[in-house]
């Protein structure tokens, strides 16, 4: 009698794989940091053949810039968890404790992120190319509507707004590593403040 035949799904397959490998790589990056990180490290720990590192990913860097590149557009796909608000100022205050939740969540990838940007100039710039030109798009859409109901000048400058947000999240991320639980919080209040006085400054010269 004849055998049936096991039906295969290379696509599925590899996308399993290709899982295994982010998974491994963002433990092992973020425990032995990106140079002492091994391919060989990264195999042992996922159970996946070594050399399918470089055929799908086209070797480490290629594996480090997929989880961040599938980090920023996970991210971009999680709404905002408040409602939108009356005044610029409100609105900041909301975005930026979601932003910091998000990146409590995803700590070990933010991690990896910054210290190796902040080495390597052409991976920091390859990682700048996967971030959006004009800000984080749910953000955006955000100030648009405090434009349309005119709560904000027409003029302000949404980018600008944006990059104030990046700073206080990368900011409030590195002072987590570099200080207690106190300090921190110290640091916190300010970057806050800083923030409020900066927006102050923009809608005073604006207004």
């Not at 004849?2 to 491994?24: S, V």
């Not at 940007?117 to 390859?126: F, G, Q, V």
């Not at 640091?187 to 923009?202: K, S």
């Amino acid at each position: 009698m004849p055998q049936k035949k096991t039906l295969t799904h290379p696509k599925r397959d590899r996308t399993i794989t290709e899982d295994k490998l982010l998974k491994a790589g963002t433990s092992v990056f973020s425990r032995y940091g990106y140079d002492a990180a091994t391919t060989k490290l990264i195999s042992v720990k996922s159970g996946v053949n070594e050399s399918l590192i470089m055929r799908y990913f086209g070797g480490k860097e290629g594996l480090l810039l997929e989880i961040l590149r599938r980090y920023f557009e996970d991210n971009r796909k999680i709404p905002l968890d408040y409602p939108p608000q009356e005044n610029l100022k409100d609105e900041f205050r909301h975005y930026l404790e979601f932003g910091r939740n998000n990146s409590k969540k995803n700590k070990e990838i933010v991690r990896i992120m910054l210290l190796r940007a902040s080495l390597d100039p052409k991976i920091r710039d390859k990682v700048q190319a996967m971030l959006p030109a004009d800000g984080d798009p749910k953000f955006v859409e955000r100030i648009d509507l405090l434009k349309t109901k005119k709560k904000i000048p027409q003029d302000l400058d949404t980018k600008f707004l944006s990059l104030i947000g990046f700073q206080n999240f990368c900011c409030t991320f590195i002072s987590g590593f570099l200080f207690d639980d106190k300090t921190n919080k110290e640091i916190q209040v300010a970057l806050d403040l800083l923030v409020d006085f900066t927006l102050d400054g923009i809608l005073k010269t604006k207004g």
